[in-house]
């Protein structure tokens, strides 16, 4: 069994910054893609940011600049780095990752959600 935890979410004021962790633990042989949804009340699940297992990265354009993830592969967890914070950031956030596990099939998995709040 695989498991997503998050952590670091919170209110925090505009300009600011916050950091998201998100550790997979479990029967892990390894992880690919690792990265971060959002979803706002009454809006779909975006895309935030991504990582490959190459070192590739991706960012939603309007977290361009201001947002950064990184990952560390011994220990399956994915960072998003979050500075210049803006109401528009608010949300909770998702993290998820492509693993392969010691037994089975490869597949995605989701964390829970940390909301973040950035009041206006």
């Known amino acids: 069994q695989v498991q997503l935890v998050e952590s670091g979410g919170g209110l925090v004021q505009p300009g600011r910054s916050l950091r998201l962790s998100c550790a997979a633990s479990g029967s892990i042989f390894s992880t690919n893609a690792m990265g971060w949804y959002r979803q706002a009340p009454g809006k779909q699940r975006e895309l935030v940011a991504a990582?490959?297992?190459?070192?590739?990265?991706t960012y939603a354009d309007s977290v361009k600049g201001r947002f950064t993830i990184s990952r560390d592969n011994a220990k399956n967890t994915v960072y998003l780095q979050m500075n210049s914070l803006k109401p528009e950031d608010t949300a909770v956030y998702y993290c998820?990752?492509?693993?392969?596990?010691?037994?089975?099939?490869?597949?995605?998995?989701w964390g829970q959600g940390t909301q973040v709040t950035v009041p206006s």
């Open positions: 990582d490959t297992s190459g070192g590739s990265t």
């Open positions: 998820f990752a492509n693993v392969v596990p010691r037994s089975g099939a490869p597949g995605g998995y």
